[in-house]
């Protein structure tokens, strides 16, 4: 009698720790996770410092409550609102994305470049007007429809709120560039793009350019010159440091953004 009872005991010990196991595991599951979308300067190669070049994005983790939301940081160095659509990384992302996940967003100095050479292709076109330029493209040598950069930027906005998701936009990180009056160069009206498309398609907005250009300004340029170990776009870690603060100085002047709850 003693064994049929202690085996029921074993039985039910098991039984119970594996609906714990299971719990924890739908637990983990319906975290809600923060995806992060950008070029080199959120996340160069793959977050790993080579070159000694970090992107913000790496250094956002630190901030976060890690044991209620998880972070994946999917930026790619040299990708364009359009490419980072083109090579299917958007695509993955939509794939597993989620009611009250959350979409971080920053893009703008690789759309900068050429839309129709002959080398690279990563461009798109300047404004937020329904623009189109038709090219062949050199990855699948048909035609290709390239828009502008807030036609762009109004897809990732507009599909992650479709998915339930929270779009947050950020414009574009600066470069060490300074005007002779010694204000940060502001890069093209990229802020005012990202600004206007955050607005008109109801996604949050952190001025990123601008405020990480307020503490340059109160450092000096030898100062922030330490930040950049061989050009003036990628930072070091502690440049890197400084902007991740900036997304965080962001996010908390935005009094009702969710995102909020979950920084420590």
């Known amino acids: 009698m003693k064994n049929i009872k202690d085996t029921l005991s074993v039985k039910l010990i098991t039984i ?3 609906g714990l196991m299971a719990f924890v595991n739908i637990s983990q599951d319906e975290k809600p996770v923060l995806y992060i979308i950008g070029d080199s300067t959120v996340q160069n190669n793959d977050g790993n410092g080579k070159n000694a070049y970090w992107g913000w994005g790496t ?8 044991t209620r939301i998880s972070l994946q940081n999917h930026a790619k160095s040299g990708t364009s609102t359009r490419t980072f659509i083109l090579d299917g990384r958007w695509n993955k992302i939509l794939k597993t994305l989620k009611k009250g996940d959350f979409v971080i967003m920053q893009f703008g100095h690789n759309d900068h470049a050429g839309v129709d050479d002959t080398s690279k292709q990563k461009g798109s076109l300047l404004g937020i007007s329904d623009s189109t330029k038709e090219i062949i493209s050199i990855r699948t040598h048909q035609k290709e429809i390239v828009h502008t950069y807030g036609w762009y930027m ?6 992650a709120k479709a998915k339930g998701a929270i779009p ?7 470069r060490n560039r300074w005007e002779k009056n010694g204000e940060v160069v502001k890069e093209a009206e990229y802020p005012e ?10 996604a949050y907005y952190i001025n990123l350019n601008r405020i990480i250009a307020g503490h340059w300004k109160e450092l000096g340029q030898s100062e922030v010159k330490k ?4 050009d003036g776009t990628h930072t070091n870690i502690d440049g890197a440091r400084l902007n991740a603060s900036c ?3 962001g996010l908390m002047q935005i009094k009702d953004c ?3 709850l979950y920084l420590k």
């Open 16 to 18: 119970l720790a594996l």
């Open 59 to 66: 250094l956002l983790k630190p901030y976060l409550d890690s």
């Open 154 to 159: 109004q897809k990732f906005i507009t599909e």
């Open 168 to 174: 947050i936009v950020c414009s574009l990180v600066p």
């Open 193 to 202: 793009w990202a600004e206007t498309e955050a607005k008109i398609n109801g």
């Open 227 to 230: 930040f950049f170990p061989g």
């Open 247 to 249: 997304v965080v100085e």
């Open 258 to 260: 969710p995102l909020n």
